[in-house]
T-cell receptor
Framework: AQSVTQLDSQVPVFEEAPVELRCNYSSSVSVYLFWYVQYPNQGLQLLLKYLSGSTLVESINGFEAEFNKSQTSFHLRKPSVHISDTAEYFCAVSEGGGATNKLIFGTGTLLAVQP | KAGVTQTPRYLIKTRGQQVTLSCSPISGHRSVSWYQQTPGQGLQFLFEYFSETQRNKGNFPGRFSGRQFSNSRSEMNVSTLELGDSALYLC?????????????FGEGSRLTVL
């Protein structure tokens, strides 16, 4: 069965500092990988995705993630965070196989950006 | 393009009652999924519907049920509510013709069971 591990439940960081949120997955088949962000009292928003092709994917607000098949990782990085990046971030893997849109989520990482 | 719309946003019920939550997907999307989000269990998959058929189901008791209508709108129902059913219920729609797991979420329905 597929699973997603986010080891850090909370990551405090100062504004303008770099940050990395870690995500590891387990899967015996080809995967589609996602990072979703959830702001307080809101639903989830897709931040970025890896479906195929380049292993480095970027979002419009400066986040990037790299798919590493050998390490089964999909870590999220940003070189300089802003207060507005404070939110919970969820890594997810598609159960895939082309038969379902079901996602398996990690437990989430709360990114707390401090001034 | 309107996003995923969930109603009601907030509701309070008592144990033993039942509740129905509604979800209108993005226009043109035929896949609708439901997730339960709680602080202890995180995001748990409930079920997925595609073209009015349940395509996948999570590991929840039979008290949790759902359906999808011909216009792709979906409802989920929880009967005989328990305190542990208190959660944020999220609906997500998927683009027609693609099955990748790229989902668009609504803001959720927050259920409190007293």
């Amino acid at each position: 069965a597929q699973s997603v591990t986010q080891l850090d439940s909370q990551v405090p960081v100062f504004e303008e500092a770099p940050v990395e949120l870690r995500c590891n997955y387990s899967s015996s088949v080809s995967v589609y990988l996602f990072w979703y962000v959830q702001y307080p009292n809101q639903g989830l928003q897709l931040l970025l995705k890896y479906l195929s092709g380049s292993t480095l994917v970027e979002s419009i607000n400066g986040f990037e993630a790299e798919f590493n098949k050998s390490q089964t990782s999909f870590h999220l990085r940003k070189p300089s965070v802003h207060i507005s990046d404070t939110a919970e971030y969820f890594c997810a893997v598609s159960e895939g196989g082309g038969a379902t849109n079901k996602l398996i989520f990690g437990t989430g990482t709360l990114l707390a950006v401090q001034p | 393009k309107a996003g995923v719309t969930q109603t009601p946003r907030y509701l309070i019920k008592t144990r033993g009652q039942q509740v129905t939550l509604s979800c209108s997907p993005i226009s043109g999307h035929r896949s609708v999924s439901w997730y339960q989000q709680t602080p202890g269990q995180g995001l748990q998959f409930l079920f997925e519907y595609f073209s009015e058929t349940q395509r996948n189901k999570g590991n929840f008791p039979g008290r949790f049920s759902g359906r999808q209508f011909s216009n792709s709108r979906s409802e989920m129902n929880v009967s005989t509510l328990e305190l542990g059913d208190s959660a944020l219920y999220l609906c997500a729609s998927g683009p027609q013709g693609t099955i990748t797991g790229e989902l668009f979420f609504g803001e959720g329905s927050r259920l409190t069971v007293l």
